[in-house]
């Protein structure tokens, strides 16, 4: 089919050699390649992610550093798509992704949106079933999107917000905080599917509890660069 706008896909990396192949494979498989641009931007990984992607991507930025919030706004920078698509290496839009995410922003409804995320599922489980529903009512009641849900905007949308603040962590937070200033978000019911590693190997609870005590130092004050470095013990 005849697609009327142009994607540019933003995937931070950090050290995801091991899948890294294998998921922008994938998303090339159920995107149409010519309106669509694939950026990666690897945050100084230490295996080889960035070296990995380069036959799936149409551009590779390497940053000297991890900071995800840095390396988002590197992307959305070098993008020249007409929508932005920020998407978590380890999470598999679904196949319609761009069918759905065209039918919402020709829409009427998008005149008041700021953005836009599909739903997430965690997998199987009651437990992760329960972690899917909490984080899309989170979405649906609170305009809170983490970055499992493939945020969407538009380039003009992403320069008036301020796009994302330099944040090692927690910066999907903060930029649907500066979203909520435009408009809602609004939850397409398109299945998105993260891998979910931390939730998995933890367990749903601990993976909640963590987070939030990562945001409630940070809202005493604590710097993201610690917090990151704190989550990920090093």
């Known amino acids: 089919r005849r697609w ?32 669509v641009e694939i950026i990666v931007v690897d945050g100084n990984s230490s295996d080889e992610t960035a070296s990995l992607a380069k ?7 390497s940053l000297p550093r991890t900071n995800r919030g840095e390396q988002l706004d590197e992307g959305a920078r070098k993008a020249s798509g007409d929508l932005l698509f920020f998407l978590r290496a380890d ?3 679904p196949d319609n992704w761009q069918q759905a995410l065209e039918h919402f922003w020709l829409s009427s409804e998008a005149r008041k949106a700021s953005a836009t995320a599909f739903t ?30 493939g945020l969407c905007t538009t380039p003009e949308i ?3 917000c301020g796009g994302f603040p330099h944040y090692a962590c927690l910066e999907d ?6 979203l909520s200033l435009r408009g809602p978000i609004v ?3 398109g299945r998105i599917w993260p891998a979910a590693r931390g939730m998995r190997r933890d367990g749903p609870l601990r993976n909640g509890l963590q987070r939030l005590w990562l945001r409630l130092r940070f809202s005493f004050g604590a710097s993201p660069e610690d917090l990151w470095r704190a989550y990920r013990g090093l």
Do not use: M
């Not at 091991?18 to 922008?24: E, K």
């Not at 036959?55 to 930025?61: K, L, R």
């Open 4 to 35: 009327f706008v142009k994607f540019s896909v933003v995937i931070p990396t950090w050290n995801e050699g091991i899948q890294i192949s294998s998921a922008l494979k994938r998303l090339r498989q159920v995107s149409s390649s010519s309106p």
């Open 55 to 61: 036959p799936w991507a149409d551009q590779v930025v």
């Open 91 to 93: 999470c598999q839009p």
């Open 120 to 149: 997430v599922d965690y997998g199987s489980g009651l437990a992760l079933r329960l972690a899917s529903r909490w984080s899309n009512n989170r979405v649906a009641w609170r305009g809170t999107v983490l970055g499992d849900h």
């Open 158 to 160: 992403y320069r008036d």
């Open 173 to 178: 937070l903060e930029f649907c905080k500066r």
């Open 187 to 189: 939850l397409l019911p």
